[in-house]
C-alpha cells in the first residue's frame, strides 16, 4: 500500500469475534463505534482482515490476543496465530496471565517458537503488578 507515503501501523488491533468478549463490552464498545459488531465480524478471516486495512489507509497491523476472563473475556493466541499466519501484513501478539504460568520464561520461549513476536499484557484486568 504505502508507495510514496509514510507506513501506517496500527500496533493495536483486538480481532475477536464479538463472542468472546463479556456482553458488557460489546455494549460498551457498540456505543462509542455503532458499527462495531458488524466490523469485527468482518475481520474473521485475514482476507478480511486485509480489506480492513485497505479501508482503513493501513499497511500493516499488530493484532492482539486478550487474556482476561474476569473483566473483559478472551481473545485465544490460537485465534490470532491463525489469523496472522502466513501474512506478511499481521503480527501476532500473545497473551497470558504472567501469575498463572509455572515458568513465566518457558512460557515466552514457547510462544516466541510458535510465531508470536511481542505480548500484551493487562495488569488493571487481569489483577497484577508489572512488578510481581
Known amino acids: 500500500m504505502a508507495s510514496e507515503r509514510e507506513r501506517v501501523v496500527d500496533f493495536h488491533i483486538h480481532a475477536g469475534n ?35 486495512l485497505d479501508d482503513q489507509g493501513v499497511d500493516h497491523a499488530v493484532i492482539l490476543a486478550e487474556t482476561s476472563p474476569v473483566t473483559t473475556g478472551v481473545v485465544g493466541n490460537d ?21 498463572e504460568v509455572e515458568d513465566v520464561e518457558e512460557t515466552v520461549r514457547d510462544l516466541a517458537a510458535d510465531g508470536f513476536r511481542g505480548l500484551k499484557f493487562y495488569p488493571s484486568s487481569q489483577f497484577f503488578y508489572p512488578d510481581d
Open 79 to 99: 485465534r490470532v496465530r491463525s489469523l496472522c499466519e502466513g501474512s506478511d501484513r499481521l503480527t501476532p501478539f500473545a497473551s497470558f496471565h504472567p501469575l
Open 18 to 52: 464479538p463472542g468472546d468478549w463479556h456482553p458488557w463490552v460489546m455494549e460498551f464498545v457498540s456505543v462509542v463505534n455503532p458499527q462495531a459488531e458488524a466490523q469485527l465480524e468482518g475481520v474473521q478471516s485475514q482476507q478480511g482482515m486485509h480489506d480492513f
